[in-house]
T-cell receptor
Framework: DAGVIQSPRHEVTEMGQEVTLRCKPI?????LFWYRQTMMRGLELLIY????????DSGMPEDRFSAKMPNASFSTLKIQPSEPRDSAVYFC????????????????FGPGTRLLVL | AQKITQTQPGMFVQEKEAVTLDCTYD???????LFWYKQPSSGEMIFLIY??????QNATEGRYSLNFQKARKSANLVISASQLGDSAMYFC????????????FGQGTRLTINP
């Protein structure tokens, strides 16, 4: 079975450019999460969706970041304009959870996108 | 306040020895779940084991077990018979009922297995 798919795996861009990260969750999973990992701040949840609807975007750093999930099999995280401090590994994860009452549903992570903003 | 604390930034262990990675957590929620993930040098996050706060027994998955001490708010990962392939970063994470699906991660422990 295919796991979570992310593209691109690596992205190098210049400050001010738009960056779009893509994610395909595991088929049948209805929750999708975007995380960012940096040395300084560790792993942080940016936003998550249930059934394509954004539930909690309190982790999104600022208005330069936006995320969409137009359908159950695709999500994007966009940074516009990008800044050097956005350099990080961005992970997408998916889970079969449909409600907040089951604590044990595991989040399965994609391989991540390593972003470098020069 | 830190919700998940992993006090060991790095650990070095001889191959075939058992190793315990520490994790303490802070929550006032009576219902919560604890997870461990492994991140090898290739970068992916691999789920290892889960423990629910109301589970009566410690979770086990192959060579992984979770030493869950609820009163002490600790959920240490035990790896038995360590292998070279166990060298990686290990993250403890928690989900609270009040946090819905939000997973909060610790800072991680880098484990190195020496031959």
């Amino acid at each position: 079975d295919a796991g979570v798919i992310q593209s691109p795996r690596h992205e190098v861009t210049e400050m001010g450019q738009e960056v779009t990260l893509r994610c395909k969750p595991i088929s049948g999973h209805n929750s999708l999460f975007w995380y960012r990992q940096t040395m300084m701040r560790g792993l942080e949840l940016l936003i998550y969706f249930n059934n394509n609807v954004p539930i909690d975007d309190s982790g999104m750093p600022e208005d330069r970041f936006s995320a969409k999930m137009p359908n159950a099999s695709f999500s994007t995280l966009k940074i516009q304009p990008s800044e050097p401090r956005d350099s990080a590994v961005y992970f997408c994860a998916s889970s079969p959870l449909t409600s907040g009452t089951s604590l044990g549903e595991t989040q399965y992570f994609g391989p991540g996108t390593r972003l470098l903003v020069l | 306040a830190q919700k998940i604390t992993q006090t060991q930034p790095g650990m070095f262990v001889q191959e075939k020895e058992a190793v315990t990675l520490d994790c303490t957590y802070d929550t006032s929620d009576p219902s919560y779940g604890l997870f461990w993930y492994k991140q090898p040098s290739s970068g992916e996050m691999i789920f290892l084991i889960y423990q629910g706060s109301y589970d009566q027994q410690n979770a086990t998955e192959g060579r992984y077990s979770l030493n869950f001490q609820k009163a002490r708010k600790s959920a240490n990962l035990v790896i038995s018979a360590s292998q070279l392939g166990d060298s990686a970063m290990y993250f403890c994470a928690m989900r609270e009922i009040q946090g819905a699906q939000k997973l909060v991660f610790g800072q991680g422990t880098r484990l190195t297995i020496n031959p």
